[in-house]
């Protein structure tokens, strides 16, 4: 994903490789993607933050700008 794009819940916003497995990072809310906080081919550890999602409706989402226009 990038910075911008709108997930829904259950969306892949990462994947993670170890020992030629992937696993896939799913989202637990719907939102857009505020941030992503590590680099491409970056190693991450367990608790690591690799991606902010912005729930929908909250402030600075799409959806909550175009209701206030």
Same mark, same amino acid.
């Given at each position: 994903?990038? /910075?911008?794009?709108? $997930? &829904? $819940?259950?969306?892949? $916003? =990462? #994947? *993670?490789? +170890? #020992?030629? #497995?992937?696993? @896939? *990072?799913?989202?637990? *809310? +719907?939102?857009? /993607?505020? @941030? !992503?906080? /590590?680099?491409?081919?970056?190693? $991450? +550890?367990?608790?690591?933050? !690799?991606?902010?999602? @912005? +729930?929908?409706?909250? =402030?600075?989402?799409? &959806?909550?700008?175009?209701?206030?226009?």
């Amino acid at each position: 994903v990038a /910075v911008g794009d709108v $997930v &829904e $819940v259950g969306d892949t $916003v =990462a #994947m *993670i490789e +170890a #020992m030629k #497995m992937e696993s @896939r *990072i799913s989202s637990p *809310i +719907a939102g857009v /993607v505020d @941030r !992503i906080a /590590v680099e491409a081919s970056a190693q $991450v +550890a367990p608790g690591d933050l !690799i991606v902010v999602v @912005r +729930a929908a409706g909250t =402030a600075g989402s799409p &959806e909550s700008n175009e209701a206030d226009s």
